[in-house]
């Protein structure tokens, strides 16, 4: 397993190596609802993979106790309710355990611009962008066609993880989620570089899963 050692930047080097080499942490996180300015953070969970696998021995989850009560249409949702979470830490002392499985690795997020959005500014403040590093696996599910794109919903998880006829985990949880969001990435990445493969060409590069997510990663050369 190749992990880069600055927070921020990826070199050339790790770009062009194969995807296996790298290491990886799927990440979900559960909120009150996707308005920035006024929804929360509730509960997060992060799987390591390693070499192309997912090491189990390392998964993560935490719930966050968030400065206001979720709302009803929320718990609906992630079956979470206030009095589960009256013990549970706040976000500022959740963030530094969590962002340290996050530093040197390339993270996957599924339709990852909920994580991007309620996590940048809180990891920027501890020395961490992802912003450069980030798959997104419902992006990549579109590019493979694993999925038929839709220009107004991102594609569910659980529907992605059940067309690849994989199984899909505890949906709703954050921990439940990132698992499924590591074996879905694993499957598609293995398919696009089946596919590479067939056509006579190279093993399938950080670089190229970077572009098919439709990032690009900022380099050091």
């Known amino acids: 397993m190749k992990l880069f050692g600055n ?6 080097s790790d770009l062009d190596s194969s995807w296996r080499e790298m290491g990886y942490c799927a ?5 009150t609802g996707l308005e920035l300015k006024t929804d929360e953070i509730i509960s997060i969970g992060a799987v390591q993979i390693h070499e192309g696998r997912v090491n189990s021995a390392e998964n993560y989850y ?3 106790r968030p400065e ?3 709302s009803p249409s929320s718990i609906l949702i992630h079956g979470i309710r206030a009095v589960d979470l009256e013990n549970a830490p706040s976000l500022a002392r959740v963030l530094p355990e ?4 996050l530093r040197g690795r390339v993270v996957i997020a599924h339709a990852a611009w909920v994580e991007s959005a309620f996590l940048q ?3 920027e403040r501890l ?8 798959i997104d696996t419902a992006a990549l599910a579109r590019m493979s066609g694993a999925v038929e794109v839709n220009p107004v919903h991102e594609p569910s998880l659980e529907h992605l993880a059940r067309s690849l006829k994989l199984p899909a985990y505890s949906p709703h949880h954050a921990l439940g989620d990132a698992f499924t969001t590591a074996v879905v990435f694993l499957a598609l990445a293995t398919e696009l570089e089946r596919r590479k493969l067939e056509k006579g060409k190279s093993l399938l590069t950080l670089r190229e899963l970077l572009k ?10």
């Open 121 to 123: 500014e809180h990891l």
């Open 212 to 221: 098919l997510s439709g990032k690009s990663a900022r380099t050091q050369w």
């Open 127 to 134: 020395n961490l962008d992802i912003s450069k590093r980030l």
């Open 7 to 12: 927070a921020h930047y990826i070199s050339k």
């Open 68 to 70: 206001r009560i979720p």
């Open 27 to 31: 990440i979900d996180l559960e909120t």
């Open 62 to 64: 935490q719930e966050v």
């Open 98 to 101: 969590f962002a340290e499985r």
